[in-house]
């Protein structure tokens, strides 16, 4: 419908603005432990999951271009709120 247009599922946890820095990456830490487990990685071929953990920074210019992306899609297809 959208020549060029790739789409795909993906999934991040975001923190309130201004959560210390500490407590981000301690929880990305744990992360990235739940994300190693046998149960979590037997669950990423059923669901064609490819995980990353990013880094906070990695994640904001990720985040981002999908925001871009987007917004030029409803642009090109004039959607409208109704």
Not at 57 to 62: D, G, R, S
Not at 71 to 80: G, S
Request: proline content about 10%; glycine content about 4%.
């Amino acid at each position: 419908m959208y020549p060029g247009f790739v789409t795909y599922n993906w999934y991040a946890m975001f923190f309130p603005k201004g959560t210390p820095r500490p407590i981000v990456d301690g929880m990305l830490g744990e992360i990235r432990k739940a994300l190693e487990t046998p149960e979590v990685k037997a669950f990423y071929p059923k669901e064609a999951l490819e995980p990353v953990a990013s880094t906070p920074e990695e994640l904001a210019t990720f985040f981002k271009a999908e925001v871009d992306k987007y917004a030029r899609v409803i642009r090109a297809a004039n959607i409208r709120l109704e």
